[in-house]
């Protein structure tokens, strides 16, 4: 199993990203899928997930900002990142987990693509 997250990179405050993240050995449309993200000295936080169709959790801080969205038959998660602040600087990491409470192993996370905004 691969999560491979990409699309990260620099830009100015106000500006936009969109992340990727392509899964092998899992079919990402029978798990709950989401993304995170780690700042410097900081835990891993939520920034939005969807357990099953299109009831999607996101952070107060990133709500009507960011979207999250998956290709099924691409086998695809995508996170869209709009009107970026400077506090968005992170690496972002996706991960998928079963939809029923399963041991850590089964628990995927990709290896995280760095986002830094710049004021």
């Known amino acids: 199993v691969q999560l491979q997250a990409s699309g990260g990179g620099l830009v100015q405050a106000g500006g936009s990203l969109t992340l990727s993240c392509a899964a092998t050995g899992i079919i990402l449309s029978n798990h709950a899928v989401g993304w995170y993200r780690q700042a410097p000295g900081r835990q891993r936080d939520l920034v939005a997930a969807v357990i099953t169709g299109y009831d999607i959790n996101y952070a107060d801080s990133v709500k009507g900002r960011f979207t999250l969205s998956r290709d099924n038959a691409k086998n695809m998660l995508y996170l869209q990142m709009n009107n970026l602040k400077p506090e968005d600087t992170a690496v972002y990491y996706c991960?998928?987990?079963?939809?029923?409470?399963?041991?850590?192993?089964?628990?995927?996370w990709g290896q995280g693509t760095l986002v830094t905004v710049s004021s």
């Open positions: 991960e998928a987990e079963p939809l029923t409470p399963s041991p850590p192993s089964f628990v995927y």
